[in-house]
């Protein structure tokens, strides 16, 4: 009850800290002194705590189960462990917006202190167009997204958590997730900011780019985690589906990436600047977009509802004002150096790295075009479609084989102008990936040409990084150690839908089901009851040709509040293969049916995403030279 | 001039993605799905909710009416929301709503019905989802318009609003 109020005012008295902030912010940018008035610094510290206090009242309220919240009475129920309770304060609509409100606030904070050797104007015109986005999300959440609602009279008991986002790696998804996705917003404030005061440089590149990492290994372990989460509770054997929501965490992320690697040019060469203030503001407004898309309900996913149309458009109207305020900034004030740009060399570093931007841009707009398709070909011609994995893949896949291939050359050019050295040793790599690729995968696939290419250059880029990881010779292990995480991560997705197989069938207790010398066997069942579920365990034992035998327990699970029936697989992990194990009721008999299947280096997608990250994170943390 | 002649293209097209949205967000993901062929009724027997009896497909659909088939729940939160309109349909004589309780708790069901009212001549009890699916649903909430030849002439995923209940009494008539 009382945390309701603290919660309420609290985001109250921090919107208007938000206007106090402007004006005293405003006032400052015209004084002669040259550091920045403490008392903005000050207010932007209040404004972050009061958004704090805000966040931890809402956590309150649903370790309490305060059920007079009208978003706690939706989303948590007394029977809940506290882990979950308190995860189900950003697992819903309104808490994960006092999240982004959160994230918004703490980042511009920690700008203030980080970038205090900045210019002030600069520093300052940041905190504007920062506090212009803060704003927009404070009436965003206080007019349509309240999250402390007042319920009366006070419901007994609450509605309870979908049981599918019951787990550990949703619970911390998101904070995760929208780290670095709210991030951005900052590398749009800044480069807003930049852009007037024309200040982008090889200085403010160096500046830039620490935000542009940490946001970059927030994103990628984000969408990492939303992939475990899909493989282990989804139980449909897959890690990424090509669903919108999907999607909608991709699109920055691939933007994020070409515009990474511009600040590398930029940090160098002053140039690229277009290209880096273009990508700045493209990626926020992709997060925007992205939050548009989920949260309004206007995606074809037939069990969402959208409950209030005053969201959606809320969210638009602000996105369309973000992005009508940024072209005109871009459009105002930008101009292109054009002083280094005809000194562009056709091999060299820079030039790799252009065309690195134009393959993300390609592999952005397929992800676009495939997840707004549907909405525009529904309001022109109101046919419903569904766009899938094959969509994506076809227009993806082939062009990964280019895309390795200069990824694999691109890093060894040199700034400026360079030839590409050592062209032997590389010949070399090349033959032996392709004849090491034929060998591996001759009796696998009936595609050989197709896979044989793309799996040569995927190799090749991994044994060219990985040369580089050990003879060190580049100097430059960060990034090393990304495209070698980039090269596993390929390689790994590749096999793994090469290799894997399946096996559908329906079993009873006691039987046995035999393939290719291979035999599964239904041992028993056992019933388990836990505080927000009942579950029936089944003991499998799975003979492999070897005669070794794994045992596997896959769960169905009938969660109490709300009631819905949920299949856990089991899965056991090796650093080879995972075999997954999944069984449904059939109704009306003692029959069960069973998915089995064994997915090969499925633990090397997650350890090369980490390693991605790694690289990253070694980057971030790198001296400077 | 060049510069020019860029910006307005970016704002044409940004204006027609925004009227796009726009008109996307008032198409909602309520929607009729098409039924091309006018499938019968599935022949089924179910609990009823007040006396637990099992009853027929053919004793529940007997009078030569039309019918509505709502699927809901008393933990579903649109169903709560549709509900006002249900009660408003069930005074309408010439039509009969059946209530299709879809994997409830039968003591939350009651509660809900106590609530906000009972708008149906009788409710079955799908616990486990499968009547839904002989009716072809896709989820929850869904409402199913049967004619007088026993045959679904309308579908409405998700909650239903003020043009599909005015849809439904001018076909009705």
């Known amino acids: ?625 | 001039m060049k510069n020019k002649f860029r910006l307005f293209v970016i704002i044409v097209f940004l204006s027609f993605c925004f009227s796009i949205f726009y008109k996307g967000l008032d198409n909602s993901n309520i929607y009729a799905p098409k039924i091309k062929d006018k499938k019968n009724i599935p022949i089924f027997e179910a609990k009823d909710f007040n006396s637990s009896a099992y009853l027929s497909s053919e004793k529940i659909f007997k009078e030569d009416i039309f019918y509505i088939v709502n699927i809901w729940a008393s933990w579903c939160v649109p169903c709560r929301k549709e509900h006002h309109l249900l009660m408003e349909l069930s005074k309408n004589q010439s039509i009969k709503l059946i209530g299709l309780n879809y994997k409830d708790n039968i003591k939350n069901a009651k509660k809900f019905i106590n609530e906000l009212g009972n708008p149906y001549s009788q409710i079955l009890i799908d616990n486990d989802g499968t009547l839904g699916i002989e009716f072809g649903a896709y989820g929850v909430p869904e409402t199913f318009l049967i004619d007088k030849n026993k045959k679904i002439i309308n579908k409405f995923v998700g909650p239903i609003n003020h043009d599909i209940l005015k849809k439904i009494k001018l076909i009705i008539k």
Not at chain 1, 218 to 235: D, N
Not at chain 1, 497 to 526: A, C, M, P, R, W
Not at chain 1, 601 to 616: A, N, P
């Open chain 1, 1 to 625: 009850m009382l945390a309701n109020q603290i919660g309420y005012y609290s985001l109250i008295l921090g919107l208007l800290l938000s206007v106090l902030l402007c004006g005293v912010s405003i006032k400052d940018l015209n004084s002669s002194s040259k550091q920045i008035n403490q008392n903005v610094l000050f207010l932007s510290f209040l404004q972050l705590v009061l958004v704090i206090v805000s966040f931890l009242s809402l956590i309150l309220s649903f370790i309490n189960s305060d059920f007079s919240n009208e978003t706690v009475f939706n989303n948590s129920h007394t029977t809940k462990p506290l882990f979950y309770k308190i995860s189900g304060t950003w697992g819903n609509h309104e808490g994960s917006l006092l999240l982004w409100l959160l994230v918004l606030n703490l980042f511009i904070f920690l700008f203030l202190i980080k970038s205090r050797e900045q210019p002030k104007k600069y520093r300052i015109l940041t905190l504007l167009f920062q506090q212009i986005i803060i704003i927009g999300f404070f009436l965003f959440v206080l007019i349509t997204s309240n999250p402390f609602n007042y319920l009366f009279p006070v419901p007994s008991e609450g509605l309870g958590l979908n049981p599918i986002l019951q787990d550990p790696a949703l619970a911390i998804h998101p904070p995760i997730l929208y780290l670095g996705y709210v991030g951005t917003s900052i590398i749009f404030s800044a480069s807003l900011a930049a852009v007037t005061q024309d200040y982008i440089s090889k200085e403010w590149g160096k500046h830039i780019k620490k935000w542009v990492l940490v946001s970059w290994i927030f994103l990628s372990i984000g969408i990492m985690l939303g992939s475990i989460w899909a493989y282990y509770e989804l139980g449909w054997g897959g890690f990424w589906f090509w669903d919108p929501v999907e999607n909608v965490s991709l699109m920055p992320w691939l933007t994020l990436t070409a515009l990474l690697h511009c600040i590398t040019v930029l940090e160098r060469r002053a140039v690229l600047t277009s290209w880096v203030v273009i990508l700045s503001i493209t990626t926020f407004t992709l997060s925007m977009c992205g939050t548009f898309l989920v949260r309004s309900g206007i995606l074809n996913s037939v069990h969402t509802f959208a409950n209030d149309p005053a969201r959606g458009i809320f969210i638009l109207i602000f996105l369309f004002v973000l992005i009508a305020l940024s072209l005109g900034i871009f459009f105002l004030f930008h101009k292109e150096n054009n002083k280094n740009l005809n000194n562009f060399f056709w091999l060299s570093r820079e030039t790799s790295i252009l065309i690195n931007n134009w393959f993300m841009m390609y592999f952005l707009s397929v992800v676009l075009i495939g997840t707004v398709y549907p909405i525009f070909l529904d309001v022109i011609s109101s046919e419903k479609i569904s766009v899938g994995p094959p969509f994506y893949q076809k227009l993806i896949v082939p062009f990964l084989i280019p895309f390795l291939f200069f990824m694999s050359l691109g890093p060894r050019l040199k700034w400026i102008k360079s030839k590409i050295e050592n062209k032997n040793s590389l010949i070399i790599t090349f033959i032996i990936s392709i004849m090491l690729t034929f060998f591996i995968i001759k009796n696998l696939t009936t595609d050989l040409l197709f896979y044989t290419v793309l799996v040569s250059a995927a190799f090749f880029l991994f044994f060219t990084t990985l040369k580089e990881l050990l003879v060190g010779k580049f100097n430059n292990d960060s990034q090393a150690v990304a495209h070698f995480g980039f090269s596993l991560l390929v390689l790994s997705i590749l096999f793994n839908s090469i290799l894997s197989s399946e096996i559908i069938t329906n079993i009873k207790v006691g039987e046995k089901y035999s393939y290719n010398k291979s035999e599964i066997f239904f041992k028993k069942i056992e019933e388990k009851k836990e505080s927000n579920f009942n579950s029936i365990i089944a003991h499998f034992e799975i003979k492999n040709e070897n005669g070794k035998i794994v045992e596997l327990k896959p769960e169905i699970r009938v969660y109490n509040q709300p009631i819905i029936i949920t299949s856990e697989a089991d899965i056991k992990t090796t650093l080879l293969e995972d075999k997954f194990l999944v069984m449904n009721l059939v109704k009306g008999n003692e029959y069960f049916n069973i998915r089995y299947q064994v997915k090969p280096f499925m633990i090397w997608i997650w350890i090369s995403v980490l390693l991605l990250s790694l690289g990253g994170l070694m980057s971030l943390f790198k001296k400077k030279i």
